[in-house]
């Protein structure tokens, strides 16, 4: 059976950062306003639940010391949600609960990247905020983290991990991470994260684009970029570049506002199908843009950051709007979830329905292919140079590959391979000469960091996906 009424969206947010962040416990996306509470009334005693309560039982009278209760029901609790197999569904204890509220300040002092449990193990949940340590340090979504300064992960909890990355601005931390089969360290300057969601600007060489960048889908997005909308039309622009790229999700109820801006009314942005197989449809609408439409040319930008309610946003503009997508394929998460509340402050998020898109295409594990595949440079995909040891001349390993990635995509020579060559001496010398290092040929600490913001810089400057989305205004 089909429904096509207007869906409760502030009860939903669609989001990849549904777990601590471990820069400062901030989780993008997240309306307790309209969450539910669970009443110890609710939690009834039944035939199912028989034998936890008689663990419950035997481990409280007759294990051999006394036992902490909070953590048995904390450890019950986590367990069920964990069995789940979810990523997206967790169970979170008062501190992590408190950490997720303060996410809602306007900034948060740490690295810009938020983790999850996965088996037990931390790992990077979603791509790190754009600009910040984590970042700029090449760290990925499904990286995982074995150590911090050298204390291991194993075994403790997701808010003593977070406790230990979290810090004051300037402060350092050193993480051991595994991407894949190859194990490294990369050491992070904690810097202060604004929480903003939206930034425009004029293109310099095109002064009749407007660039806005969306960084989050968060409380006020929606009047953020009708303001930036407004404010670039003032400066002369009559076509857009939505960049989309490395956002993790947020609000379904603003993503669906936004996406309404660039449809027609009574074109589809989203549906939600729930267990049984009933479909709410969102469509376009007054009540939902407030009649505000941007219908000047439109490209959108999107990688494989682009997640939850990025895709929902690129979904509804490509297929309702025939706005053409620019980049690489996205992450593909298409579910969403709802916070259900305890009273002693603790909380629970849970996948309560999967999204479809205006086609009713089921993206979550595939992602969205773009209408223009464009891709980054080589070594955007490179595992981090490490910090804690230099490479030299004659050195073979998987940290020399990423560097000849590196010095390649530089310019400095057709690099390739496992080995530190002469060529890849002289390649290096080359650059500590340019930026005023050493001439070593040997890279250490200072090299890598140097590396490390020339590939940023060139990103930027050099943004093959950006370029395009301009080649395609142009037509």
């Given at each position: 059976?089909?429904?096509?009424?207007?869906?409760?969206?502030?009860?939903?947010?669609?989001?990849?950062?549904?777990?601590?962040?471990?820069?400062?416990?901030?989780?993008?996306?997240?309306?307790?306003?309209?969450?539910n509470t669970i009443m110890p009334s609710q939690v009834a005693s039944t035939d199912e639940l028989a034998k936890v309560h008689a663990l419950y039982d035997v481990l409280e009278k007759n294990y051999y010391k006394k036992v902490d209760t909070d953590k048995l029901v904390d450890g019950a609790l986590k367990g069920m949600t964990e069995a789940l197999d979810d990523p997206y569904t967790t169970y979170l204890e008062k501190p992590e609960a408190t950490e997720l509220n303060e996410s809602l300040s306007d900034s948060f002092e740490g690295i810009?990247?938020?983790?999850?449990?996965?088996?037990?193990?931390?790992?990077?949940?979603?791509?790190?905020i754009k600009d910040t340590?984590?970042?700029?340090?090449?760290?990925?979504?499904?990286?995982?983290?074995?150590?911090?300064?050298?204390?291991?992960?194993?075994?403790?909890?997701?808010?003593?991990?977070?406790?230990?990355v979290r810090g004051e601005k300037g402060t350092n931390v050193t993480l051991t991470l595994k991407r894949n089969e190859e194990t490294f360290k990369v050491t992070l300057t904690r810097d202060k994260i604004p929480l903003y969601s939206v930034t425009s600007?004029?293109?310099?060489?095109?002064?009749?684009?407007?660039?806005?960048?969306?960084?989050?889908?968060?409380?006020?997005?929606?009047?953020?970029?009708k303001e930036a909308v407004e404010s670039l039309r003032k400066q002369g622009a009559?076509?857009?570049?939505?960049?989309?790229?490395?956002?993790?999700?947020?609000?379904?109820d603003q993503v669906s506002n936004m996406a309404s801006m660039f449809l027609k009314d009574g074109q589809t942005i989203v549906q939600l199908e729930d267990r049984d197989g009933n479909l709410q449809?969102?469509?376009?609408?007054?009540?939902?843009?407030?009649?505000?439409?941007?219908?000047e040319p439109t490209v959108v930008l999107v990688d494989g950051g682009s997640a939850s309610a990025s895709e929902i946003f690129a979904g509804a503009v490509n297929e309702s709007a025939n706005i053409p997508l620019v980049g690489t394929k996205t992450f593909g998460k298409g579910t969403v979830q709802t916070i259900t509340e305890y009273q002693d402050g603790s909380e629970v998020k849970l996948t309560i329905k999967k999204w479809l898109t205006p086609k009713k295409n089921w993206i979550h594990e595939k992602g969205i292919t773009?209408?223009?595949?464009?891709?980054?440079?080589?070594?955007?995909y490179?595992?981090?140079?490490?910090?804690?040891?230099?490479?030299?001349?004659?050195?073979?390993?998987?940290?020399?590959?990423?560097?000849?990635?590196?010095?390649?995509?530089?310019?400095?020579g057709e690099l390739s391979g496992e080995q530190f060559t002469e060529e890849t001496k002289k390649a290096v010398e080359d650059f500590q000469t340019k930026e005023g290092l050493p001439v070593t040929g040997v890279v250490d600490s200072a090299t890598v960091k140097k590396i490390q913001e020339a590939a940023a810089t060139q990103l930027k400057e050099k943004d093959a996906m950006y370029t395009r989305a301009l080649e395609e205004l142009k037509k």
């Open positions: 059976m089909k429904q096509e009424k207007p869906i409760s969206k502030k009860l939903f947010f669609s989001s990849l950062a549904i777990t601590a962040i471990v820069a400062g416990g901030v989780v993008f996306g997240v309306d307790h306003l309209q969450s810009g990247a938020t983790l999850t449990l996965v088996d037990g193990i931390p790992q990077i949940a979603q791509a790190p340590p984590a970042e700029k340090a090449g760290l990925k979504a499904g990286d995982q983290i074995l150590a911090v300064d050298g204390k291991e992960t194993t075994g403790k909890s997701l808010t003593e991990i977070v406790n230990q600007s004029i293109d310099k060489e095109q002064p009749n684009v407007g660039k806005i960048e969306i960084t989050t889908f968060a409380e006020k997005t929606a009047t953020e970029l009559t076509a857009f570049v939505i960049d989309l790229r490395q956002n993790p999700g947020g609000l379904l449809k969102t469509v376009a609408s007054k009540e939902l843009d407030g009649g505000f439409k941007v219908t773009p209408t223009i595949e464009v891709d980054y440079p080589a070594f955007v490179a595992t981090p140079l490490p910090t804690d040891q230099e490479l030299s001349l004659g050195i073979s390993s998987s940290a020399v590959k990423s560097l000849n990635l590196y010095l390649a995509g530089l310019g400095y």
